[in-house]
Nanobody
């Protein structure tokens, strides 16, 4: 079994910063791509950022220049540094990871339970 646990969410004023963490644990042989999604009230879940095993990053346009995704492969942990936060960044943030359980197994996506980020104006 694999568990993803997000942390670091909270309440912050507009212009502030938060850093989210996503720690993967369980039966893990390796992790390919990892990513962050978010879901605001009444809206569909949307892609925020992703990072490959080699460190290639991708961002949704609305967070480019403000958010930075990174990972520590030795710790099976991913981060999202969020700066210059805006009220429209308010959402539940979910992490996802493509996890391989063994040397010959394919990867399978796993999701965390989410962490709330609230940005006040």
């Amino acid at each position: 079994q694999v568990q993803l646990v997000e942390s670091g969410g909270g309440l912050v004023q507009a212009g502030g910063s938060l850093t989210l963490s996503c720690a993967a644990s369980g039966t893990i042989f390796g992790i390919n791509a990892m990513g962050w999604y978010r879901q605001a009230p009444g809206k569909q879940r949307e892609f925020v950022a992703s990072i490959t095993l080699s460190g290639t990053t991708t961002y949704v346009d609305s967070v480019k220049g403000r958010f930075t995704i990174s990972r520590d492969n030795a710790k099976n942990t991913m981060y999202l540094q969020m700066n210059s936060l805006k009220p429209e960044d308010t959402a539940v943030y979910y992490c996802t990871a493509d996890v391989r359980n063994g040397p010959t197994s394919g990867s399978r996506p796993h999701w965390g339970q989410g962490t709330q980020v609230t940005v006040s104006s």
